[in-house]
């Protein structure tokens, strides 16, 4: 019998494996969607970056493989980064971090030649956001003017943030609210992500720093398996592995665990966010794939990388 890991990845894969025509930006499917295009596929070809690195490449992923090599030689797929100017400098780096290898790198070079000064310079960015960059320019392998990670990681949200519950009363009302708010917590396992290169690397913590981190992590997965906020619960399994934990092993990574199973559909999907803003199963397909793609996503890769082992 699978592994309740096992059985998270291969869903959450096979859905994904039959919706890449909602990833695929230029498909008749995804044309007139609502969803970010993309930052759809440029999640998609996250997983596939990661999974690459693997050593077991499944067979699941393989159309997904094929299409972000595609997206990633047409001239046509960069251009829709400006369709988020807010996000456009920032999806132009990613672009560039995440190209495959053995692909013909022209526009990959092109959209390096795009980059703003502003976007690679420290100044007016908080320490998470230099992260971030510094994270996705070492990766595309371009000079940058972010600080080394030992210095931002003492300011970084998996250090400084303080969780909400420590500080006020032991009431009801207290017991019931969240550790952290909720673009709190994303900070917070992105940073983990980023400084532990989504499970390749320590992430540099050590003593208190990482009892803190850990703490902040279990609180956190405590409340959004109690809430059913199923998209951060994947994150933040993701996270408990990067700070050097087995999440198999805990209470809140077991219990997290369970949550994701009762959440997955018999088609493998993640019908969203959380129970609050799940999709119906009567959405139509492009509602239910903007829905349901990111939490299906990061759940994949939150059990492939939990599942593969440690690398030496």
């Known amino acids: 019998m699978p592994s309740s890991l096992e059985q998270l990845s291969s869903g959450a894969l096979d859905w994904l494996g039959r919706n890449l025509d909602h990833f695929d930006p230029f498909s008749p499917s995804a044309r007139s969607a609502t969803h970010g295009k993309a930052k759809a596929a440029l999640e998609l070809a996250l997983l596939c970056h990661c999974a690459a690195r693997s050593g077991a490449v499944p067979e699941a992923l393989g159309g997904a493989i094929a299409l972000?090599?595609?997206?990633?030689?047409?001239?046509?797929?960069?251009?829709?980064?400006?369709?988020?100017?807010?996000?456009?400098?920032?999806?132009?780096?990613?672009?560039?971090?995440?190209?495959?290898?053995?692909?013909?790198?022209?526009?990959?070079?092109?959209?390096?030649?795009?980059?703003?000064?502003?976007?690679?310079?420290?100044?007016?960015?908080?320490?998470?956001?230099?992260?971030?960059?510094?994270?996705?320019?070492?990766?595309?392998?371009?000079?940058?003017?972010?600080?080394?990670?030992?210095?931002?990681?003492?300011?970084?949200?998996?250090?400084?943030?303080?969780?909400?519950?420590?500080?006020?009363?032991?009431?009801?009302?207290?017991?019931?609210?969240?550790?952290?708010?909720?673009?709190?917590?994303?900070?917070?396992?992105?940073?983990?992500?980023?400084?532990?290169?989504?499970?390749?690397?320590?992430?540099?913590?050590?003593?208190?720093?990482?009892?803190?981190?850990r703490a902040l992590v279990s609180r956190m997965l405590d409340?959004?398996?109690?809430?059913?906020?199923?998209?951060?619960?994947?994150?933040?399994?993701?996270?408990?592995?990067?700070l050097g934990s087995d999440p198999?092993?805990?209470?809140?990574?077991?219990?997290?665990?369970?949550?994701?199973i009762r959440a997955q559909r018999s088609d493998g999907a993640m019908p969203g966010r959380s129970a609050a803003l799940a999709a119906p199963s009567s959405a139509p397909p492009g509602e239910f794939f903007r829905k349901a793609y990111h939490t299906t996503l990061v759940t994949a890769l939150m059990a492939l990388i939990v599942s593969s082992p440690r690398p030496s």
Not at 159 to 168: E, K, R, Y
Not at 248 to 260: F, I, K, S
């Open 248 to 260: 198999r092993g805990t209470a809140p990574g077991a219990a997290a665990v369970e949550c994701l």
């Open 68 to 213: 972000v090599r595609k997206l990633w030689q047409d001239p046509d797929f960069p251009r829709l980064f400006e369709e988020v100017p807010d996000h456009a400098p920032t999806y132009g780096l990613i672009y560039a971090a995440l190209a495959p290898d053995g692909i013909d790198d022209t526009e990959r070079r092109a959209a390096l030649a795009r980059l703003s000064p502003d976007l690679l310079s420290p100044h007016g960015k908080s320490p998470y956001r230099r992260i971030e960059i510094r994270y996705y320019a070492d990766k595309a392998g371009i000079r940058h003017g972010m600080e080394p990670y030992a210095e931002l990681l003492p300011r970084s949200p998996l250090v400084a943030l303080p969780a909400a519950g420590s500080l006020g009363s032991d009431g009801p009302a207290a017991q019931d609210a969240a550790p952290l708010a909720t673009p709190e917590a994303y900070a917070l396992t992105h940073t983990g992500f980023y400084l532990g290169d989504f499970g390749r690397t320590p992430p540099g913590l050590t003593g208190s720093a990482m009892a803190h981190a």
């Open 223 to 242: 409340h959004c398996v109690g809430h059913d906020r199923w998209d951060l619960a994947a994150e933040l399994l993701l996270t408990q592995f990067i």
